[in-house]
């Protein structure tokens, strides 16, 4: 599972690679600003106080909310 953080003004930040290296990758409305390989890079471009974790939640098999018809 991917690990994914939101913050205000479009702001995205998920983990990738770069050069076999592994870099905090910083999105705004879906364009890449920035490879940081440290949190406190990260914090140039935003507040991490303001970030929030995305967390995927489980789908159950039988929810009739997210069925297929």
Known sequence: M???WVGPDGYEIVPAYRHDRQVL???????????????EEVAR???????CEVIPLPVRAGDA?????
Do not use: P, W
Not at 45 to 51: H, I, Q, R, S, T
């Open 45 to 51: 471009y935003v507040d991490l106080a303001d970030l």
């Open 25 to 39: 990758r910083v999105r705004r409305h879906g364009r890449v600003v920035a490879d940081c390989l440290s949190v």
């Open 65 to 69: 909310r997210t069925a297929v018809r």
């Open 2 to 4: 991917d690990s994914r």
